[in-house]
C-alpha cells in the first residue's frame, strides 16, 4: 500500500473494513455491560514526549486529564515515547524529555495513586518489534492502546476524532467475528478552546514554532510570560472584543485570560472595559503568571528527583501491563494463536 494510506486514518478505516466485513450492522451504540470494564468505565489518553509542554497543552488538556481523575474511577496516561520515534531521536535527549514530560504532568496534578502514569515502550509487549517503525504508525498504534485496556473513554481533541473512529471500528469487528470483549471507547472532547501562536493565531501554540515569542512553556518566568504576551500580536483596534473570525489575535487573549481565570470570554472582555489591548496584554500576563507559578516550581523540584520520576513510570508500567495482560491472553485465544 501507499505510505498515504497509513497516514491516513479515514484510508486505513477503509482499508481494514474491506478486509474485516462485519457480521452485523456496525452502529454507533455504546459498549454493552458485559464488555465495560468493572467500575463502570476507563480513561485512556497519550501525549508525546516533547518536554516541557506549553500553555496550549495545559489549557487544550492536561488540565482536563486532571479533571477525569475525579470523575472516572480507571484513568490511565502514557507517555507515548513510540510515537516519536518515526522522527530521528537522540536516545539521550529522547530519555530527558520523557522525565521532563513525567515531571509536567504529576506538576500539572497527575496523582500516581488516582491515576496509572506510565511510558508507552516500557510494555514489555510491545518491545518486541521495536525495530520495526511501520508498526508504529500514529492511528494504528494509539487504536491499539486504546483498546489494549479495554478503554470506553478518551479525551481527544478534535483534529484525533478520526483516530478514534479507527479505534472504534477495530472494536466493532473485532467483537463481530470474536463475540464481546472490546468497549466502543467514546470521545471526551475538551470545552477549552484551542490556544493560538502569539505570532500567528491563524495557528495553533506549538513547541516546534521557529518563534521563540509563539509559545509559552509552562516553565517560562513570570518575566519571559509578560514579554512574550506583550509582543503577542494583535490588531489596529485598542477595544478589547471577542470575535474570533474577525479579531483572532485579540481573541486569543481573551480565550488565554478566560481559561487561565477560570471565567467565561463574555467576562473577560467585561474585566477588560475600559482598557485598550496593551494594558490588557498585562493582565492576561498576571492572570498567566499566577496561574503556573506553582507548576513552574513543581516541575523544577521534580526534574532534580530523577529517581522519583523513574520509579512512578516504573510502578505504572506494571500496574499498566496487569490490566493489559489478560485482555492480550484473551484476544490471542480467540482469534486461534494460543
Same mark, same amino acid.
Request: proline residues 7%; charged residues 25%; aromatic residues 6%.
Given at each position: ?20 466485513? #462485519? ?45 477525569? %481523575? !475525579? ?38 496534578? =497527575?496523582?500516581?495513586?488516582?491515576? =496509572? ?18 508498526? +508504529?504508525? +500514529? ?18 481533541? $478534535?483534529? %484525533? ?10 472494536? @466493532?469487528?473485532?467483537?463481530?467475528? +470474536? ?22 493565531? #491563524? ?10 515569542? #509563539? ?7 513570570? !518575566? ?31 480565550? =488565554? ?15 477588560? @472595559? ?11 500576563? $498576571? ?12 516541575? @523544577?523540584?521534580? @526534574?532534580?528527583?530523577?529517581?522519583? /520520576?523513574? #520509579?512512578? /513510570? ?25
Amino acid at each position: 500500500m501507499a505510505p498515504s494510506v497509513w497516514t491516513s486514518a479515514k484510508h486505513l478505516r477503509r482499508f481494514i473494513r474491506s478486509f474485516c466485513p #462485519a457480521k452485523r450492522p456496525l452502529s454507533r451504540g455504546g459498549c454493552s455491560a458485559n464488555t465495560e470494564p468493572p467500575g463502570g468505565g476507563r480513561v485512556f489518553s497519550g501525549i508525546q514526549p516533547t518536554g516541557v509542554p506549553h500553555l496550549g497543552n495545559y489549557l487544550g488538556a492536561l488540565e482536563n486529564w486532571v479533571g477525569l %481523575q !475525579d470523575r472516572y474511577p480507571s484513568v490511565l496516561y502514557s507517555i507515548v515515547d513510540l510515537h516519536s520515534i518515526t522522527q530521528p531521536q537522540d536516545p539521550a535527549q529522547l530519555k530527558s524529555n520523557v522525565l521532563d514530560m513525567a515531571a509536567s504532568l504529576l506538576a500539572c496534578g =497527575i496523582d500516581p495513586e488516582r491515576a =496509572i502514569l506510565f511510558q508507552q515502550s516500557q510494555m514489555k509487549s510491545k518491545l518486541k518489534n521495536e525495530g520495526s517503525v511501520g508498526l +508504529y504508525t +500514529y492511528p494504528v498504534l494509539q487504536a491499539a492502546d486504546i483498546l489494549l485496556y479495554r478503554s470506553t473513554h478518551v479525551p481527544v481533541g $478534535e483534529d %484525533q476524532v478520526q483516530h478514534l473512529e479507527l479505534a472504534q471500528d477495530l472494536a @466493532r469487528i473485532f467483537n463481530n467475528r +470474536y463475540g464481546d470483549l472490546f468497549p466502543e471507547p467514546t470521545a471526551l472532547l475538551s470545552s477549552t478552546r484551542k490556544v493560538k501562536s502569539l505570532r500567528d493565531p #491563524a495557528n495553533k501554540m506549538s513547541k516546534s514554532d521557529p518563534q521563540a515569542m #509563539a509559545t509559552i512553556s509552562l516553565t517560562d518566568s513570570p !518575566d519571559d510570560i509578560a514579554l512574550k504576551l506583550r509582543r503577542a500580536v494583535t490588531d489596529f483596534t485598542s477595544e478589547v472584543s471577542f470575535d474570533p473570525e474577525a479579531r483572532p489575535g485579540v481573541s486569543n487573549l481573551v480565550t =488565554i485570560h478566560a481559561a487561565v481565570a477560570a471565567i467565561s470570554p463574555e467576562e473577560a472582555v467585561s474585566r477588560a @472595559r475600559g482598557m485598550d489591548t496593551g494594558a490588557y496584554k498585562s493582565l492576561v500576563a $498576571e492572570a498567566v503568571v499566577l496561574r503556573l507559578a506553582p507548576i513552574r516550581e513543581e516541575i @523544577r523540584r521534580l @526534574r532534580g528527583d530523577r529517581a522519583h /520520576l523513574e #520509579a512512578v /513510570l516504573a510502578r505504572g508500567a506494571r500496574r499498566a501491563r496487569e490490566l493489559a495482560a489478560p485482555v492480550l491472553r484473551e484476544v490471542r485465544q480467540r482469534v486461534g494463536f494460543c
